[in-house]
C-alpha cells in the first residue's frame, strides 16, 4: 500500500497532516490483513523477501552514476536515486495476565 501512497509519505511530508491522514487510512487495513492466517499456502519469507528488494535499492542504486535527461532539473543527479526508506511499523504485542 505505501507504494501507491509513496506521493504523500516522502519524509519531507511526514510532519503534515495529510500524511497522517493518509497513513492511517491505508495502514491499519493492512495490518489487519497481514495479521489473518494466509488463505494460500505462501511461505512467509516471499512478504519478507519483498521488502528485502526495496532494502536493496536503497542500498545499491546510489552507487551507480547517472545523468539527469528530463528538464526541468532544478537538482543536479549524479547517481541513481532510489525510492524513499520504507515506513517501518513497529507494533508491540501486550500480554494480558
Known amino acids: 500500500m505505501s507504494v501507491f501512497?509513496?506521493?504523500?509519505?516522502?519524509?519531507?511530508?511526514?510532519h503534515t497532516a495529510l500524511f497522517y491522514e493518509v497513513a492511517s487510512l491505508s495502514f491499519p487495513l493492512w495490518m489487519v490483513v497481514a495479521?489473518?492466517?494466509?488463505?494460500c499456502a505462501g511461505p512467509p519469507p516471499a512478504?519478507?523477501?519483498l521488502h528485502r528488494v526495496t532494502l536493496a535499492m536503497v542500498w545499491i542504486l546510489p552507487l551507480f552514476p547517472a545523468q539527469?535527461?528530463?528538464?526541468?532539473?532544478?537538482?543536479?543527479?549524479t547517481h541513481m536515486v532510489p525510492?524513499?526508506?520504507?515506513?517501518?511499523l513497529i507494533i508491540q504485542r501486550s500480554e494480558s495476565t
Open 35 to 39: 495479521a489473518a492466517p494466509p488463505a
Open 68 to 77: 539527469a535527461k528530463l528538464a526541468p532539473i532544478y537538482n543536479p543527479v
Open 47 to 49: 512478504r519478507r523477501d
Open 5 to 14: 501512497s509513496t506521493e504523500y509519505i516522502y519524509p519531507n511530508s511526514q
Open 83 to 88: 525510492p524513499a526508506f520504507p515506513i517501518l
